[in-house]
């Protein structure tokens, strides 16, 4: 649970009493590659953050697999919309690798958040950086080139070539996998 603390040490310290509380809650759970954590159309009961592996959040749309997110090491995974609501949701979330996660259930969250009010706010700031992550991808897909989304892309997750399918990435950066290949090889970025 350290790489959890160390991670959103930025967002907001959390003191030992709020650490202990959400160490009486969390589970460590290791999966396989390929394992389906959310199956799309039902409800997200957990978050997870992921210690160790990648995932990537997904949905179909008239019956093709479109990636909408990739978590790696040191963030969160969940089907925001239906975690906050518990409602069923057209997303899933896939293990790209083998992987190390932390489960944070929902019911948890709300008893922590009930209890103690540091959680409460931490809970509330996690929830708005989320917010604000997931404002900039609308921005990028609806503002940005592709060119740009690639690079960017690149600056932050510069490791999710090697690991994530071309396709998934493509998908991701909402164009086709003949434009990222033409992407990468005329830009040494």
């Not at 592709?146 to 932050?156: G, H, P, S, V």
Request: charged letters at 25%; proline letters at 4%; aromatic letters at 10%.
């Amino acid at each position: 649970m350290t790489a959890f603390f160390d991670s959103v040490k930025d967002k907001m310290q959390l003191s030992p009493t709020s650490r202990e509380a959400f160490l009486s809650v969390m589970r460590n759970e290791d999966y396989p590659k390929g394992h389906i954590l959310v199956k799309p159309g039902t409800v997200c009961t957990s978050m997870f953050f992921v210690e160790k592996g990648l995932t990537r959040t997904f949905y179909y749309k008239d019956d093709k697999d479109v990636t909408d997110w990739f978590s790696p090491e040191s963030t969160v995974a969940v089907s925001i919309v239906s975690f906050l609501n518990q409602q069923p949701d057209r997303r899933g979330i896939e293990l790209l690798e083998d992987s190390n996660l932390w489960a944070l259930d929902y019911k948890d969250l709300e008893m922590l958040c009930a209890r103690h009010h540091e959680i409460e706010k931490f809970t509330r700031l996690l929830a708005a950086h989320g917010i604000l992550l997931i404002q900039e991808r609308f921005d990028d897909l609806h503002f940005a080139t592709a060119a740009e989304r690639y690079k960017k892309l690149m600056d932050r997750q510069p490791t999710i070539l090697q690991r994530a399918p071309l396709g998934m990435i493509a998908s991701y950066l909402g164009i086709t996998q003949e434009t990222l290949s033409r992407i990468r090889s005329q830009h040494a970025f």
